[in-house]
């Protein structure tokens, strides 16, 4: 099969997956994974094969695959529709086939498939767990057979994966797609997916408020990015991504508003897009309300993939951004804008990470703030420390999803076995000394922990992230520098005060004590995530970095770097950044280390104890929340109760029916009292008896005598003839 | 010769004795009786007018006004059946032949 029909089947796998789940097998819990497996299965083979024939190219970014298809006629024009690879593409559809693979495999048993149904268990609500009667494990009581708890298969297993195929759909339209509308297709179907997949327990009051939260959010920032596409087609008459940046001239044009050029103002549109679906500030706060849906597969879906979608448009308008800027010079303002705000988001989101207990909604905050990062390369021009960082960020992250899901699954296991239903399974102080009772998740949280900390030479999160904190300060933008160096030492605290708080010390509680291994079919997924999250830095190995730097080529460096072939940035050889990525490491981990290694059952953190006022505003991280209920979200619904409804629906709207209706009234009144009675009526009424009086006299008239009516009858005759006789003979 | 006067006269005064018998009596055969009357005075008045304008012409066909004569006969025979047959109708249900009793159409 040639490579372009297999770029265009790549997405058709899992939407067939998806319709095929949808309309037929949802009643078989073993044909829809299945089918939603080999789905995936088929689109990573197809993936990973472009991969290496697009690795393999020669000037893949001057020249990539492609085939289009003429879609709509539009007057003069035809918009075409179609698929390419590129560098860009390339290195993207190697994450996303990974990741949503890794997923597929990993919702298996996340969703107990196999286990019996739970009594208790209702559509709509997390699986309650299940009373069995187990031969094998009533040793202890000796009575051969006991009532047991075991975890239960979820209720709506099918939709589950019916949902993630068609998510997967939506991603791998979004890579492939070789122009912005298709881009975008992918992109609000990917936001309905994970509308659905926050709100997938819709029983819950909370992933009801976190799924319309999540999709109210992201649709602020797509209405800005659809204005910018719209621009951008009335800009240049094209959405194709190669065609777009040859209207240089009309791109440079001002665009006459706020003194913008049409391409800075186009840029601007689209990374608004991007903060809603990156989840920046000021739009992240539906990223940690996300983690509302299932554990951890949609928080993966969400953290991991949907949102490197965001930074996937910033790499592909980047020329756009920059377009008039070249490598030492003063930015573009969208340049400028990204940098503050990926700056300001990724140190924001890291201080109230500090302050999370819920293991995954650290990750969550994590996540927001390493997206910051890459949006802060952008804006300095790092493109290919951004994309590295993507790239890395994606399998470390969702390693680190996946993981802290099998450490809720661990202990929801234990809760249920101890039936301490209060214990809040996914609360990092009630976990501690899960290192013994699930060594797999245990090391490949560690490693997916230290990369994300930056854990020197060894990691992929290291490279990427010593990458972009390189670019910064070679660039001379020392406080994008100095903010993401206090934040990449922050991620380290964090992190470590994660992995010290889940699984070193002592069990707090009796459900982490309980806690069991999850199956090889859950762990599977981990490991091959753990190795590419070492490996992947491997590739991308700075050429002038101290000893390391000449024994492995910058091939990730040289291969993404032809997409931006003419504003590359100069090579630094200042050891600065390099020592400052060290010791902030380092640094973070043995302080987080320090701070939460024994803290015992009960105790606050240790933190709080230190700093409480500046623990409780990141606690209630800066009460963001708060803020926009006061300022929008009230606003709004006083707006909609009483402006909308009271006064302009029922006051304005009603009220000029009712004064219709009233004025109406009167006039048909006016014209019945008026003119209808009297006068149509009356003529009616007039006629009718009229005719009865005048029968009623003519009848008296009709005595029924036939000799008289003839006697009246001869007089007639006689009487008109005499007249006519009269008048023939005798008037002259 | 009479002169033709005499015979007008004469079908005049049948016609008015027709006349006033129809329009005096009660009794509904007699009213038919003078409809006889009156039809038989208008057959005086066309034999006599053929008798003194047109018999023995040549012109015209000599038997054309005979001929009319008979058509009123025999309209009049036809009329004084349906008329008798309906007298007898209505007297065998109302046992009355006076004209003025048969009343039922009065509003």
């Known amino acids: 099969m040639n490579i372009e029909s297999l770029m265009w089947l790549i997405p058709a796998f899992p939407l067939a997956a998806f319709f095929l789940i949808i309309l037929f097998t949802n009643r078989s819990n073993f044909i829809s994974h299945t089918l939603a497996l080999l789905g995936a299965g088929l689109s990573w083979l197809a993936s990973m094969y472009i991969f290496i024939q697009a690795v393999r190219a020669g000037d893949l970014a001057k020249l990539p695959f492609g085939s289009s298809l003429a879609w709509l006629p539009t007057g003069s024009t035809t918009l075409k529709i179609g698929v390419q690879v590129d560098p860009l593409t390339a290195i993207t559809l190697f994450f996303v086939a990974w990741t949503v693979l890794m997923i597929f495999i990993y919702s298996v048993p996340y969703h107990n498939y196999g286990a019996p149904k739970g009594e208790e268990d209702r559509p709509g609500l997390p699986p309650q767990g299940a009373t069995v009667r187990e031969r094998t494990h009533g040793k202890k009581s000796g009575a051969g057979r006991s ?60 992933a009801r408020d976190a799924m319309v939260k999540a999709f109210m959010t992201t649709r602020l920032g797509d209405v800005f990015m659809l204005l910018g596409v719209v621009a951008l087609y009335s ?6 991504y190669s065609a777009i940046f040859q209207h240089t001239q009309a791109l440079a044009a001002s665009s006459g508003i706020l003194g913008l050029s049409w391409a800075g103002l186009i840029a601007i549109l689209l990374f608004i897009g991007v903060i809603g679906k990156s989840a920046q500030f000021p739009l992240h706060v539906w990223l940690p309300d996300a983690m509302e849906g299932p554990t951890p597969v949609s928080a993966m879906i969400h953290a991991a993939t949907m949102v490197s979608a965001g930074i996937y448009l910033g790499l592909r308008f980047f020329p756009l951004a920059t377009m008039g800027w070249a490598p030492g010079q003063a930015q573009t303002i969208p340049m400028t804008t990204m940098a503050i705000i990926g700056t300001f988001t990724a140190l924001f989101s890291a201080t109230m990470a500090l302050a999370q207990n819920d293991i995954k909604r650290v990750l969550a905050y994590s996540t927001i703030s390493q997206l910051g990062f890459m949006v802060a390369a952008l804006g300095v021009g790092a493109y290919v420390a951004a994309a590295f960082h993507l790239v890395t960020h994606a399998f470390f992250k969702a390693l680190l999803f996946l993981s802290s899901g099998s450490v809720i699954h661990g202990v929801e296991h234990g809760v249920l076995h101890t039936g301490d239903h209060d214990v809040d399974a996914q609360n990092m102080f009630n976990m501690g000394g899960l290192r013994t009772k699930m ?39 020392y406080v994008v520098f100095g903010v993401l160096a206090v934040t990449a030492f922050l991620t380290a605290f964090y992190t470590m005060r994660q992995i010290t708080l889940t699984f070193l010390g002592e069990a707090r509680t009796r459900s982490a004590e309980h806690a069991s291994e999850n199956s090889w079919v859950m762990l599977f997924p981990l490991v091959v995530l753990a190795v590419f999250a070492v490996s992947l830095g491997w590739v991308g190995i700075p050429a002038d970095f101290p000893v390391l730097g000449g024994l492995v080529p910058n091939w990730f460096g040289t291969y993404v770097g032809t997409m931006v072939s003419g504003v590359e940035l100069p090579a630094g050889h200042s050891p600065t950044p390099l020592l400052t990525s060290l010791v902030v490491s380092l640094g973070g981990l043995y302080l987080g280390w320090r701070v939460y290694r024994d803290v015992r059952v009960g105790q606050p ?29 009230r606003p709004a619904k006083w707006f909609a109760e009483t402006v909308s409804y009271k006064w302009i629906d ?42 009865r009086g005048l029968g009623g006299i003519m009848r008296r008239w009709q005595i029924g005598r036939i000799q008289q009516y003839m006697i009246l009858t001869i007089l007639a005759v006689v009487v008109v003839g005499g007249i006519y006789y009269a008048f023939v003979f005798f008037v002259p | 010769m009479i002169p033709l006067a005499w015979y007008l006269v004469f079908s005049i005064a049948l016609f008015c004795i027709g006349l006033f018998g129809v329009l005096s009596r009660k009794n509904a055969v007699v009213i038919l009786m003078g409809i006889e009357l009156m039809l038989n005075a208008v ?32 309209a009049a025979a036809a009329e004084a059946a349906v008329g008798l047959a ?3 109708s209505a007297y065998r249900r109302r046992e009355t032949v006076v004209a003025e009793d048969m009343n039922l159409l009065k509003g």
């Open chain 2, 43 to 74: 057959n005086i008045n066309l034999i006599a007018f053929w008798r003194y304008f047109f018999a023995g012409s040549s012109q015209q066909e000599p038997t054309r006004a005979l001929a009319f004569v008979a058509i009123v006969f025999v």
């Open chain 1, 439 to 477: 060594p797999v998740t245990f090391w490949t949280f560690l490693i997916g922990g230290l990369s994300l900390a930056g854990f020197p030479l060894i990691t992929s999160g290291f490279w990427s992230k010593d990458n972009i904190l390189a670019d910064a300060f070679n660039g001379g933008h």
């Open chain 1, 605 to 633: 953190d240790p933190v709080q104890k230190a700093i409480p006022s500046v623990y409780k505003l990141l606690k209630n991280k800066y009460y963001i929340d708060e803020f926009y209920n006061l300022a929008f979200v």
């Open chain 2, 86 to 88: 309906l007298i007898i």
């Open chain 1, 235 to 240: 800009v240049t008459g094209s959405m194709n």
């Open chain 1, 650 to 691: 029922r006051g304005l709207i009603d009220g000029f029916l009712h004064f219709i209706a009233r004025g109406a009234w009167v006039v048909g009144t006016v014209l019945r009292v008026g003119f209808d009675v009297p006068v149509v009526n009356g003529t009616g009424d007039a006629v009718s008896a009229g005719t």
């Open chain 1, 147 to 206: 009532l047991h708890v075991v975890p239960s298969v979820e209720p709506l297993y099918a939709r589950f994966f019916a949902l993630i195929s068609l998510f997967a759909f939506a991603m791998f339209t979004l890579v492939l797609s070789d122009n912005l509308l298709i881009l975008y297709v992918g992109w609000e179907i990917m936001g309905f997916c994970s509308y659905m997949l926050i709100g997938f327990w819709y029983g819950k009051p909370s």
